[in-house]
Every structure is written in C-alpha cells, then in structure tokens.
C-alpha cells in the first residue's frame, strides 16, 4: 500500500510517502521561529505549519517519485499535540482526501511513535516500548498492534522536558534556531565528566513500580546552577559540561533501570525505544546493553525515526486502514488522548 504520511503535531512539519512498510521519502523540516523564546510558542508553530505544509508534502511526493494519483490513502496526526497546528495538517489531509478521493485516516501520535519501530525491524508481539519524548515518557506493554497496556509513566515531567528545561538552565538554548534540548545537552556531555555530580534518580528503591518523576532531578540541577553562579562568574560556565553529562546519566539511568525491571516482571524478552529522547546516543548504547544482558532483544530506530516524522505516522496509519478503519470529513484535532 502507498500512503502518504502528515504530521504536525508540535514543531515539525513532515510527511512522507510509505511503500508497505519502506520509506519512499520522510521529509521533516523544523520550525527556527522558537529559538528566541526558549520553547515552542503554540501560535508562531500553527503559522509556520500554514506556509510549510503543502511545500512539505510536494516535496515529499518529489522525493518518492510518486504522483499524488498513485498515493492510496492518505494518514495524519490527528492527537495529542498542539490543537492549532494539528488542524493544519488535519485540514491539509482532508482537502487532499477530498480532492484525490482517497480514504482518509487519523493517526494518535503516540502509536505512531511506536510504529516507528516496525519500519525498519520485524518484531514479534508481545513487545514492550519505552517511549520517551518532549510530552511522553511511557514505558508500554504491547500485546497486540492498537492494545496497549500501560505499565508505569512521568508522575511529572517528560524525560525530553526535563532535558529542555536542563538545557535552558545551562544556557545551551540558541538565541535562534531550533528548540531541541535533549541534542544540545548530550553534545555537551560529551566534553564532560558524568560522575562529577551526584544527581537524584528518583523511585529507584520502589523496585515494583514502573513510575518515572523527572522533577525532583530537575530541581537539584537548578539548586547546583544556582550554588555555581553565586560562585562566581566563571564558575559555572567551567563545569556545564559536568552537569549535562551528570544530569544525562540520571536520566538514562532511571529509564533503563525501569525497563529492565519491567522485562523481568513482565517476562517478555523483547524491548523497543521510541520518541525524540531516543536519539539520545547514551540511552541508545545503555538500554541496548542492559536488555542484551538479560538475554532479551532491543530493537532501536534509526535517529530519523525517533524524533517526529511522517513516516511513523503513515506506518500506524496503514496498520489501521488494513483492518478497514477510515474517518469521514468530520475528523477533528484533540489537544490530549491515551493510547
Ligand atoms: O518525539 P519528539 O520529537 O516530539 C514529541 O513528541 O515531544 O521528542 C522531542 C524531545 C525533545 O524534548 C528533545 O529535547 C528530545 O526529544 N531529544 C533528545 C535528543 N534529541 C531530541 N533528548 C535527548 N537526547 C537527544 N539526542
Ligand atoms: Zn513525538
């Protein structure tokens, strides 16, 4: 099946055309408007996906070499994410379903994100998924394609979150251009010495619980930002590095722990990474290791299907329209949804 793929759920526009389950094109481009504000202003994002999303989609087809005739369904983000740029793509898929009169079908982001595993690697379910992104940290039982099975989650903020937030606290934002934490952070713990700093992993002792809190950790890289600065000028800027790959550890650390834990309290030997946060080349190398070492498998994206893209969108899309699933013209955008 052909199917061209929308997403526009947040800071990215993209889409891609998906031949069965192998990418013909995934063009994703990043909005640079956010840079100067430190994060993702709503309204600047659903302008941008305006004037990006029909070039984004043209160029796509361009890419696969595929007239949009040939393309035989058409899938979109339609939830969760931000409202305003949703309905952009949603509008945008809908008046192409229309025009072309090809079925139509709204993708949760969420699913997408895990369907990103099953694009390059065939994976038997049941399967877990840890899903880590800048709204989601999720660790899932799936038992089947479309039956999801929580296991434990954020009690505050998302992992990609805390990394953003860390890396506004450190400076690292650039006063123009992309907002993408989590890159900025492990680029600079790359220079850095990661045991520099204790930092907490929080639930760690509650071995039966698959809950993450990302906050608490948050706050002690505040209070040690803060104790440096009254240090003196340079202080900080001497030991940034330091803390970002201190604080990176805490994190990989309290996810890869969990996951762990949940392969040997569930009992399934597969595991898989999903969401922008597992571009992270740390948490890539550690959870691969750690599941390896159980005698379990861990099926990893390549970089390019970690962080938003169409094809993941188009890749859960097609699952649906092959159990014959389709959504009228009255397709809506949901700011929230479970999986
Ligand atoms: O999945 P995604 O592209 O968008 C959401 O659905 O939220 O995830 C974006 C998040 C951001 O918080 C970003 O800082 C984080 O993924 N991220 C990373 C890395 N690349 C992106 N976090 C850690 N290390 C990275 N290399
Ligand atoms: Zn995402």
Do not use: W
């Not at 952009?88 to 079908?105: C, E, R």
């Not at 969420?110 to 994976?123: A, K, P, Q, V």
């Not at 990474?273 to 691969?288: E, K």
């Amino acid at each position: 099946m052909l199917i061209l793929g929308i997403e526009t759920s947040c800071d990215e526009t993209s889409a891609a055309v998906l031949d069965g389950m192998m990418p013909r094109s995934n063009v994703v481009l990043s909005q640079h408007e956010h840079g100067v504000y430190g994060g993702v202003v709503p309204e600047l994002a659903s302008r941008a996906h305006i004037r990006t999303v029909i070039p984004v989609i043209e160029q796509a087809l361009r890419e696969a070499e595929i007239h949009l005739r040939e393309i035989e369904a058409i899938a979109v983000t339609n939830r969760p994410g931000l409202v305003g740029s949703l309905i952009v793509g949603v509008n945008a898929a809908k008046g192409i379903a229309l025009a072309s009169d090809k079925p139509l079908i709204g993708v949760n982001h969420l699913e997408g994100h895990i369907f990103s595993n099953l694009i390059e690697h065939e994976i038997e379910v049941p399967f877990l998924c840890l899903l880590v992104s800048g709204g989601h940290t999720e660790l899932l039982l799936v038992r089947q394609l479309g039956e999801y099975e929580t296991l434990g989650r954020t009690l505050d903020d998302a992992a990609g979150e805390a990394f953003d937030k860390v890396a506004k606290l450190l400076g690292l934002l650039p006063a123009e251009g992309v907002v993408m934490g989590g890159r900025l952070i492990s680029d600079r713990a790359a220079d850095g010495d990661a045991l520099a700093f204790t930092f907490p992993r929080a639930l760690q002792r509650q071995e039966d619980r698959l809950d993450f809190s990302f906050s608490g950790l948050k706050t002690a890289v505040l209070n040690q930002v803060n104790s440096l600065k009254a240090a003196g000028s340079s202080a900080l800027a001497d030991r940034v590095a330091d803390i970002a790959a201190s604080f990176q550890v805490a994190v990989v650390d309290a996810l890869v722990t969990k996951t762990v834990r949940a392969v040997e309290l569930t009992g399934v030997r597969t595991v898989t990474l999903a969401g922008g946060v597992a571009a992270n080349r740390l948490l890539r190398s550690c959870l691969q290791e750690a599941v390896e070492n159980l005698g379990a498998a861990c099926y990893i994206p390549s970089p390019v299907l970690c962080t938003d893209n169409a094809a993941m969108i188009a890749a859960a899309g097609q699952h649906h329209l092959e159990l014959g699933e389709r959504d009228g013209y009255d397709l809506d955008a949901f700011p929230r949804a479970l999986l």
